[in-house]
């Protein structure tokens, strides 16, 4: 069964959709919305069959964007430079329909941080330019990378909705040309086990259910991705106090061993992978395996048998290898056009309007980067969840908790960040004044603009760039302390050679903070 494809005149995209243009909709589907702070998160991920150095050069280079984005662009890459596109080759660059990409932050080959000027024939879609995008690549293997899209800083109401939902579509529908830049022919065939899986695309699949006197619904959503034969699958789970996003599938058909394998992550950031096949006509088991924080794998058997109109199925959860254990789960599915509305009430129903975005800070602060030094990175593993460590970093409370010292810090593009080490000194020469937020994504990453310390009075009149990533780990979240843009000769040695010192300490006292009290105390 092939996908639904939508037709949509009006794409847009920060990275690359046309404003005018017919495009279909890509089945590659974004997340959910993420509610964090006064803003919405728009996330949207792809796994490509390329190196990391090729999918960096196809964002970042004249020659990589328009062999898979649109046919005409112009680069000007460094921070405050611009990536200007046309899906219209005739206009040119200024003409109707370009679409201005000003590049906010970078850190090369990992993360690229751009907000954008919408062409005036945008109209609605303009609402989107307080919003910024920040798209991270992280390899898999020597030939495959993640990328992973978010669109950050999105309002609530009637026209962000409509805004948000035109650009959930584009954003999908991009990445999914990218894949198809670098996707591998794919292999025919094994028929059972490919008519089944097909036979769930489409509709939506529910189920509703009363365990324990309390509502139990399930909502699953499989659809095609990029190539026609790829599945993606949405879940949620929840009850009569709303939904959650549980978890994201993505399943691709192996032809050669007769199987379709998948990998996943949940609500959690755990991951899953495995395969299935089909045992019986109407029957499709999966060998799902769960890696855990702790390291530890859980296995489980899944069985899916279907009715035969094939618009139900039951889903049998136990044990891996335990075929007559109690079930984990026993539930029966439905397909609908669409789930009732209560399916879709989320159980955060934030009605907080959009962020006030204000602009980076001016190009000409930031260096010609050295060719000679080299970044400082700096890693941890601090025993705290994202969020608490996002905090930490993104408020002037959170960072006095720390650090104890004094900072103004607006959580906002172009927002303040600035770290006040002594009040000592006149205004000016206390930290890092002046340096602003350049970028973020809430609980997972932060960029900003970084100054010398006074006692390098020529290169504290520039700016550098760190980049901070948080990501869950096995005993906290592993944390990436990233300082790049070192400009060349007067004294940038020793400015990196000061901040390879500093930022060491830095996370050592942030570690030091969730440190357990039998810890912190010797």
Not at 5 to 29: E, R
Request: proline share 6%; with cysteine; glycine share 10%.
């Amino acid at each position: 069964m092939k996908s639904v494809v939508m037709m949509f005149t009006s794409v847009c995209l920060v990275s690359g959709t046309a404003w005018s243009s017919q495009q279909p909709a890509s089945t590659v589907q974004p997340a959910q919305p993420i509610a964090a702070g006064n803003e919405r998160t728009l996330t949207c991920e792809v796994i490509v069959d390329a190196a990391l150095d090729e999918v960096w050069e196809a964002f970042t280079t004249k020659a990589g964007i328009e062999s898979w984005m649109v046919p005409l662009a112009e680069v000007d890459f460094r921070i405050g430079g611009t990536i200007k596109t046309n899906y219209n080759k005739e206009a040119g660059i200024g003409g109707p329909g370009t679409i201005v990409h000003h590049i906010l932050a970078y850190e090369p080959h990992h993360m690229l941080a751009m907000r954008f000027d919408a062409p005036p024939e945008a109209g609605d879609k303009k609402l989107a330019e307080n919003t910024w995008v920040i798209t991270r690549m992280e390899p898999i293997s020597a030939k495959q990378t993640r990328v992973t899209e978010s669109m950050v800083g999105w309002g609530t109401g009637p026209e962000w909705d409509k805004v948000y939902e035109f650009f959930e579509k584009g954003n999908a529908w991009t990445l999914g040309q990218l894949k198809k830049k670098f996707a591998k022919p794919a292999h025919g065939g094994f028929e059972l086990t490919q008519s089944l899986m097909e036979g769930l695309v489409g509709g939506e699949w529910i189920a509703e259910d009363t365990i324990n006197g309390k509502t139990f619904r399930v909502r699953n959503v499989l659809e095609h991705g990029p190539d026609g034969k790829s599945i993606l699958t949405r879940g949620w789970l929840g009850g009569s106090d709303g939904m959650w996003f549980h978890a994201l599938t993505m399943i691709r058909p192996d032809a050669d061993a007769g199987r379709y394998t998948f990998h996943g992550v949940n609500q959690d950031g755990l991951t899953s992978e495995g395969d299935t096949r089909a045992t019986a006509e109407r029957v499709l088991a999966w060998d799902w395996n769960t890696h855990n924080a702790d390291g530890s794998v859980t296995r489980l058997d899944i069985q899916m048998e279907f009715a035969k109109d094939n618009q139900s199925y039951r889903m049998v959860m136990r044990p891996a290898g335990k075929p007559t254990a109690t079930p984990i789960v026993d539930v029966a599915l439905t397909r609908v056009p669409r789930a009732p509305e209560v399916f879709f009430r989320m159980k955060d129903s934030s009605s907080k309007q959009g962020v006030n975005v204000t602009r980076p800070i001016e190009p000409s602060l930031f260096p010609v980067p050295s060719t000679d030094l080299a970044p400082v990175v700096k890693e941890a593993l601090i025993p705290g969840s994202p969020a608490e460590v996002f905090h930490c970093w993104t408020t002037s409370e959170g960072f006095k908790s720390f650090m104890s010292v004094e900072s103004n810090i607006e959580l906002r593009v172009g927002g303040k960040f600035e770290i006040y080490f002594s009040m000592d000194p006149p205004a000016g020469l206390r930290g890092s004044e002046g340096c602003q937020v350049l970028a973020y994504i809430p609980d997972e990453m932060l960029a900003f603009s970084w100054s010398a310390p006074p006692k390098f009075p020529k290169e504290r009149e520039q700016r550098a760039l760190v980049v901070v990533t948080m990501m869950l780990a096995e005993g906290g979240t592993k944390v990436r302390l990233v300082h790049t843009g070192f400009g060349e000769g007067g004294q940038w040695p020793e400015v990196r050679q000061y901040f390879d010192n500093a930022w060491g300490m830095v996370l050592g006292a942030l570690t030091q903070k969730f440190a357990p009290a039998s810890e912190s105390s010797r």
